[in-house]
């Protein structure tokens, strides 16, 4: 069905498929450079110590989701956040279509459906010197799964909880693949409108936020502008100056309740 579903020209061609493991992106980091092609994916019906950003755990229940590695093998290692990014405008794009609520981007890498997490990105690069020998882009998306363990009952959801519908894995997993094969083609070529694109399903965009920078939350309220073309966040603040963070920098606070005090 995945293969027949398909259309891609390069991306998804090569699948290396295990039933179970540790870790999709782990499994790609042991494989030898030589022995990955541009555009490999390690794909997993169970991983068993998934993780997310900041070493976090990623619970996916066996059979029930979407937990794969794509490797990318650019000449470059710049604009990696601006990738990260667009790997989740592609799935967004893809999805969008099963749901009637709208699927935002919650940043820097997360895909969030009525105020729960529906996905997550975690990106990986591997240097030889200053040139990225691969970047490894792992996904993780909640697909059939119907219920959560502890703390994640609140705050995790799935396109079947959304949908009430029991969806066909491997369809999702070729559009998607499409979907990012476009966007990276996109992202190559420095076509300056993927970045409004972008920008515009990022939560808080457009908005006066709070930041939390470097773990301490800010007290002066920022505008949420976008992105740039290396995926950064533009703000724009109280004196009217553009500052620019990095993903690894700030967390964007949109309690809109709590800007408005600090105002």
């Known amino acids: 069905t995945f293969q027949n579903r398909l259309s891609t020209s390069w991306l998804g ?8 493991l540790p870790s999709t992106n782990s499994h790609l980091k042991k494989i030898p450079d030589e022995k990955i092609s541009h555009g490999t994916v390690a794909i997993t019906d169970n991983q068993t110590k998934g993780r997310g950003q900041y070493e976090k755990y ?4 066996p059979g029930a ?3 794969f590695t794509m ?3 650019p000449k470059s290692g710049e604009r990696m956040s601006l ?18 609520s709208p699927v935002r981007i919650k940043w820097p890498n997360d895909l969030i459906v009525n105020n729960k997490k529906l996905g997550g990105i975690l990106t990986e690069c591997m240097f030889l010197g200053y040139v990225p020998e691969r970047v490894l882009i792992g996904i993780g998306l909640n697909i059939n799964q119907t219920a959560f363990s502890g703390s994640l009952k609140n705050i995790a959801t799935s396109l079947c909880l959304e949908t009430e519908k029991t969806h066909y894995r ?3 997993l070729a559009d998607l693949l499409s979907q990012i094969e476009h966007v990276y083609t996109r992202w190559l070529k ?5 970045q409004k694109d972008i920008s515009r399903e990022i939560i808080g965009y457009g908005e006066w936020i709070s930041l939390s920078i470097n773990g301490a939350e800010s007290d002066e309220k920022h505008k949420f502008l976008g992105v740039d073309e290396k995926g950064c966040c533009l703000m724009l603040n109280d004196e009217l100056d553009v500052n620019t963070f990095s993903h690894e920098q700030i967390r964007i606070i949109t309690d809109r309740a709590a800007v408005q005090q600090r105002g």
């Open 170 to 172: 491997e369809i999702i």
């Open 190 to 194: 420095h076509d300056s409108s993927l």
């Open 58 to 61: 990623w619970e996916a229940e």
């Open 13 to 20: 061609s090569e699948v290396l498929y295990e039933e179970q």
């Open 83 to 100: 990738l990260t990014l667009g790997c989740a405008y592609a799935i967004k794009s893809s999805l969008q279509p099963y749901l009637d």
């Open 71 to 73: 490797a990318f093998k």
């Open 65 to 67: 989701n979407l937990t």
